[in-house]
């Protein structure tokens, strides 16, 4: 048996293609956009980037409706988007196996909230797993399949971001062939119309009764002995907090989870009756805590350990020491959220064609409504202009309701990019048609899902696959829509952005920008024109390109009137141009042309 260093994602990949998995849909999201890449690399895989988390929800379950093995996977967010048919999915049943991956974010590195995906399983009713390591990602994976189609139900794999992108050892092995299964014709089984459902719900809860049972007896539920002077020190812990409690309190006596819906409630009763003291360990919400509490079990959890962000040893190990256990070692180790480490705030990539709109918008002082993209980074400084992103899709809507509650005296518009707008920004679009609202919508075209790493979507000429298709016309679906005033316009033009914004602004009706610049990384970078430099004896120090907040711009030592001159690292210089057009003095030009 070969073994192989994985991250999470990529144990997870190879599991479902070990298991013989034949579709795999999902949307691209941050912690989970690995597992998707990586299964689109296996052959008799198809895989694909679907416009949203409930369309790749949706193609998954038909699949596996369909007879064969299939998988979707989200981050947190998405399992909102996806709940609709998530939690349906539960009541039909399979026929295929169908296994639904969910990636949280506790200390939000990358995402909005820090949703505990956990309370999915629960108001779903679909049996939730939780790995540790690489190598569980992958064996339970493989799991996962077996018992959504022995228990006739989806189930869902939860990682956290931890779990997904450490790296581990995992033992790999060979693909099953699974055959196709009859999918037949079941009306009584896949209409949820209430003649229906009802009894499919009775079928559910028998079904929910089954899989506790599994749990009692499973593997999954396991006791690792404790040794030495806290060995009679209960924990009970799953998932990423495992890993950090094992490495606060090795002595201690652990019943490890895997299966965290439905809890093994027998076991925990059995498991705190051979200890004298129980602790719960678990990330964001006392999800187990609350139901070992229910269930008459005395046991001590969030009193010692945060609902803030991911349990680190330290902060696990800190934790212990306040509830009054001898581990000075916790007391003493500051973690390294705690250190003095020097702050790296996220920017937008040097030449970056979001960056244009960005500082025309802010040149007008308009109220910004922002949405999920790369361009969320410029309600950070020195661009400080985006002054809302709640979620995918909301920019629109909520644009719209600002503009009902009386607007703002300098103007309002959303901002949207192509991906997030084909995501869910469409009906926000139609909406505010609909209901002859005068919205401005800016959609940045930049012709890829950057902020992911620069997936594919539909405005693109190929699919994940590289099949070739025909890229979506944002302008025309726009038009169809109902929207009448729509401009098309180039970022690098700074003065073509503030004549577009002010033209939409101004229009009685919606009206809609579309920027045209394909993402400075994909597929290649600018330059070939040549990159900028600065004439310092022309610099007056003034900082208006400094507003851009580029990358490749940097403060010399020469100093006029207590301000520092700029100079351009010509090594990562993409030559936009956009600090030439905002230099009133001159001083900035191309290389070679003075």
């Known amino acids: 048996m070969e073994t192989v260093l994985m991250l999470g994602n990529e144990a997870v990949a190879r599991g479902a293609w070990e298991a013989g998995v034949q579709v795999a849909a999902a949307y691209p999201g941050t912690p989970s956009t690995e597992i998707v890449t990586n299964l689109a690399r296996y052959d008799g895989v198809y895989a694909e980037w679907s416009t949203n988390e409930k369309v790749g929800y949706e193609v998954a379950l038909g699949a596996a409706m369909g007879g064969v093995r299939a998988l979707t996977a989200m981050k947190s967010a998405g399992a909102s988007v996806a709940a609709d048919p998530l939690i349906s999915s539960v009541y039909t049943g399979i026929c295929g196996g169908l296994v639904v991956i969910v990636a949280g974010d506790p200390g939000m590195s990358s995402g909005m909230t820090e949703q505990d995906d956990r309370y999915f399983g629960r108001i779903s009713s679909m049996p939730m797993l939780e790995p540790a390591d690489s190598q569980e990602c992958h064996d339970f994976t493989r799991l996962a399949f077996d018992l959504s189609e022995t228990y006739d139900v989806p189930v869902m794999v939860r990682l956290s971001i931890q779990t997904a ?154 934790g212990f020491f306040a509830a009054g256990l001898d581990l000075p070692r916790w007391a003493e180790q500051k973690a390294a959220e705690d250190d003095s480490v020097i702050p790296r705030p996220p920017v937008l990539c040097t030449g970056c064609p979001h960056r244009g709109m960005a500082t025309a918008m802010r040149k007008l002082d308009l109220d910004v409504h922002g949405d999920i993209g790369c361009y969320d980074l410029t309600s950070l400084p020195p ?133 045209n610049r394909p993402c400075v990384l994909f597929p290649s970078k600018l330059g070939a024109d040549g990159v900028y430099e600065v004439d310092e004896a022309l610099c007056n120090a003034c900082q208006q390109c400094m507003k851009l907040g580029c990358p490749s711009l940097h403060h010399t030592e020469a100093v006029f009137k207590k301000r520092h001159k700029v100079e351009i690292d010509a090594s990562t210089c993409t030559g936009c141009s956009l600090c030439a057009q905002l230099c009133k003095p001159g001083a900035i030009t191309k290389a070679g042309d003075a």
């Not at 009970?236 to 965290?260: C, D, F, H, Q």
């Not at 202009?385 to 509650?405: K, L, W």
């Not at 790493?453 to 070739?468: D, F, I, S």
């Open 165 to 318: 992108h450490q790296k581990s050892i995992v033992r790999v092995g060979e693909q099953v062939e699974v055959a196709r299964k009859d999918p037949g014709r079941h009306t009584d089984k896949y209409c949820l119309l209430p003649r229906f459902s009802r009894p499919l719900h009775a079928g559910l809860l028998e079904r929910v009764a089954r899989l506790r049972e599994y749990a009692e007896a499973s593997p999954l539920t396991r006791v690792e002995p404790g040794t030495g002077a806290f060995a009679r020190i209960g924990v009970i812990t799953s998932g990423a907090a495992y890993i950090s409690a094992r490495e606060a309190l090795p002595g201690a006596t652990y019943l490890k989870l895997g299966m965290v819906h439905p809890l093994p409630l027998e076991a925990i009763r059995r498991f705190a009756a051979t200890v004298e003291r129980l602790f719960v360990v678990e990330e964001l919400e006392p999800y187990l805590e609350e139901q070992i509490l229910a269930a008459g079990v005395p046991v001590e959890g969030k009193q010692w350990f945060s609902q803030l962000g991911e349990l680190t040893p330290v902060r696990v190990g800190r």
């Open 383 to 515: 661009v400080s202009h985006m002054h809302s992103a709640v979620e995918m899709g909301a920019s629109i809507p909520m644009e719209q309701g600002f503009t009902r509650a009386g607007g703002s005296k300098k103007g309002s518009l959303a901002v949207i990019g192509d991906s997030t707008f084909l995501h869910s920004g469409l009906t926000g679009l139609l909406n505010a048609v609909h209901q002859r609202t005068s919205v401005t919508v800016l959609i940045q075209d930049n012709s890829i899902t950057a902020m992911t790493g620069g997936q594919t979507n539909p405005v693109n000429e190929k699919t994940l696959a590289g099949v070739a298709t025909k890229p979506v016309d944002l302008a025309a679906i726009c038009k169809a829509l109902g929207v009448e005033h729509i401009k098309i316009v180039d970022p690098y033009d700074y003065a073509a952005c503030l004549a577009a914004l002010k033209a939409g602004l101004a229009y009685d009706g919606p009206a809609v920008i579309i920027t």
